[in-house]
């Protein structure tokens, strides 16, 4: 910019000393009013044309004749006959104008630098012109490149200092003036290398390779008079102004503190992120994942970069909800963008889990947040702590009852036998009936004295295994009266069991009794027992019967839950009961028309 505006001046000054040697170059002789380059104009006192000459006529387009006689109002625009007015005025005053005349050239209008004079003592007068048009344009533009460079140069954000090959500022803006914290005559005679903090190596670098190239963009630190230490930014360029070398600074501090406060406060998210008990999940409008923390990662058992990008609903693959009933879903979302509730997901391990969340919606630029928790074991504690709550009570109940039935059913036992003894008629069939009962009241009541008192129970290390070879040699016998056999696995050098012999008894004899029972036309009884790890032994014992729908699973256990006519409802009750004070745990597993296996895991 500044080169072209260089050369505007230099056409600028040629065209203004032509112009001067014809403004002062001598007015006489036909041969310069023909030949001249510049117009020639001459006007009687009433401003009436007397004569022009061939480049005057030409330049505005007029034949010499139809020029003559006419006014000089006629070839000027009308708003600038003041204009005429006012070298009428002079010249009687100085007997000499000068000025700029716009005269009618066509259709356009051709500006001219004139000069009139009188004329001898004709009474008339001579107007040399010469058109100017393109100079002035010429002048305009160089004005408006100017102004546009003095207001680049001033109002620029960034600061910008020239300076002289011996590195001397000879000029700088305000921007640079603030950067440098100085007064614009503080910088001046200064040179930018004393306000560079190191003179190190790299800074050394910088200016080798500045002078190499001629230009270069890099970053040092800067130390202001009042103390202040600054990152600045630069851009040297040399020789771009007549000799001048400039540079552009720019401060970048802020920009440091800022993605330094931007990189913590990342980092604080992240840590608070990533270590959050919780899963956190992130979403986008297209309800794809955007980012989940480790947490999230393990309770969903899927990694961060099998999650990302992937449609939430696709891991919800128990609701079977379409992505519309999704949306639909989350646009009902209380008007505060919340939500909450309970889901299942079923993993890629098989394991169902259970899950609570709570959603908030667009936390941020169309994000939205999803926090949950994994509730699957607190609802199975919630589940045991119910079953083990409701043992309690009906422990005490037993406790206060068994006895209390117990006595009296001791006195009925002894008195129907002296009855049966005495009776003279074969009442047998009746006897049966009420012996067989009352040995089941008899049961009944023992299962509930096992629930009651904490029996003195001795708990020794015993052999697991043996312990089921006995129950299941003393069930062989109802087995086969079944047709149902046994298939038994048991592990070598089973490490021994913490337990009271008699109570695993029970258990194991409660759970073939009802295997037995599921299978009246026979089958397979698979009993085995392994180490599962090195804290547990697993014990399972399955069977070919009906099978337990899922739902009543839940209630194995409970007292009085039965199916069968003549069941007591209280066998598992009393499983699960020894098992839980032996610190073991039960789980069963069925599958409806292919039947059931009870799995007992004990503590080594
Ligand atoms: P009862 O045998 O007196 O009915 P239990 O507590 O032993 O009482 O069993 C409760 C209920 O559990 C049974 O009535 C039966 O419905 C169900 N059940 C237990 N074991 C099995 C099994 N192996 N297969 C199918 N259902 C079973
Ligand atoms: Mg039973």
């Known amino acids: 910019m500044n080169q072209e505006i260089r050369k505007l001046y230099a056409r600028i000054e040629t065209l203004e000393k032509e112009n001067n040697i014809l403004a002062n170059g001598n007015s006489s002789g036909l041969d310069l009013f023909s030949h001249s380059k510049d117009g020639i104009l001459i006007f009687d006192s009433e401003e009436t044309i007397v004569d022009v000459n061939p480049s005057f006529a030409e330049s505005i387009k007029m034949d010499k004749q139809q020029l003559i006689g006419r006014s000089l109002c006629e070839i000027v625009p009308e708003n600038k006959h003041f204009k005429l007015e006012k070298q009428k005025e002079l010249l009687k005053k100085n007997n000499s104008v000068r000025g700029i005349l716009p005269v009618y050239s066509g ?17 008339l007068f001579m107007c040399i012109l010469r058109d100017v048009t393109s100079k002035r344009r010429l002048e305009r533009k160089v004005k408006k490149n100017e102004e546009l460079y003095a207001d680049l140069f001033i109002e620029a954000l960034d600061g910008i200092i020239f300076w002289c090959s011996n590195g001397e500022i000879i000029d700088a803006n ?10 614009h005559d503080e910088l001046i005679k200064r040179q930018v290398k004393d306000f560079v903090y190191e003179k190190s190596e790299r800074y050394r670098n910088i200016v080798k390779e ?87 990662q393990r309770m969903l058992q899927m990694s961060k970069e099998d999650l990302v990008g992937i449609s939430l609903h696709s891991i919800l693959n128990d609701c079977n909800i379409t992505d519309d009933e999704l949306k639909e879903q989350i646009r009902s979302i209380h008007s505060d963008g919340q939500s909450d509730g309970n889901l299942s ?56 009852i068994a006895h ?81 056999q046994f298939r038994t696995y048991y592990e070598q050098n089973l490490p021994r069991v913490f337990c009271e012999s008699n ?50 699973i839940k209630k194995l256990g409970e007292p009085f839950y039965t199916t069968k006519e003549r069941g007591t409802g209280l066998g598992l009750m009393v499983t ?22 009870f799995h007992i895991y004990l503590p080594i």
């Not at 259709?107 to 009474?123: K, V, Y």
């Not at 089958?523 to 599962?532: A, D, F, H, L, R």
């Not at 098992?579 to 059931?596: A, Q, R």
């Open 107 to 123: 259709t356009s209008i051709i500006e001219f630098d004139f000069a009139t004079s009188t004329l001898n003592e004709s009474g």
């Open 576 to 597: 699960y009961k020894i098992i839980e004070e032996h610190k073991g745990t039960i789980e069963v597993e069925s599958k409806l028309g292919e039947g059931t296996v």
């Open 210 to 296: 500045m002078f190499i190239k001629g230009s270069i963009r890099d970053e040092l630190v800067f130390l202001m008079p009042n103390g202040q230490f600054k990152s600045l930014e630069f851009t040297v360029k040399l020789n771009s102004v007549e000799g001048y070398h400039m540079t552009i600074f720019r401060n970048v501090s802020e920009r440091h503190a800022m993605e330094k406060s931007l990189r913590e406060s990342e980092q604080k998210f992240r840590m608070v992120f990533e270590g959050a008990l919780e899963g956190i999940l992130l979403w986008n409008d297209q309800f794809q994942i955007v980012d989940i923390n480790q947490s999230g």
């Open 345 to 400: 997901i079923t993993l890629k391990s098989g394991r169902k889990k259970f899950f609570e969340f709570s959603n908030k919606l667009n936390i941020f630029s169309n994000i939205s947040m999803t926090t949950f928790k994994d509730i699957t074991e607190k609802l199975e504690m919630e589940e045991q702590l119910r079953k083990s709550d409701t043992l309690n009570v009906i422990g005490e109940l037993a406790a206060g």
């Open 404 to 484: 209390e039935i117990r006595n009296p059913m001791t006195a009925l036992k002894g008195f129907i036998q002296l009855l049966e003894g005495s009776v003279k008629e074969d009442h047998t069939m009746y006897f049966n009936v009420i012996t067989t009962e009352l040995s089941r009241i008899d049961s009944i009541i023992n299962e509930f004295l096992i629930l009651a008192k904490p029996q003195a129970v001795k708990f020794v290390e015993k052999d697991i295994s043996q312990i089921m070879k006995e129950t299941v040699d003393l069930l062989s016998a109802q087995a086969v009266l079944h047709n149902v």
């Open 503 to 552: 109570q695993m008894k029970k258990v194991f004899i409660n759970i073939i009794k009802n295997a037995i029972e599921v299978m009246p036309k026979g089958g397979y009884i698979t009993v085995s027992i392994q180490k599962e790890s090195e804290q547990r032994v697993h014990i399972s014992i399955g069977d070919e019967g009906t099978g337990i729908p899922a739902h009543k």
């Open 174 to 183: 305000e921007a640079a003036c603030r950067i440098f914290e100085c007064t």
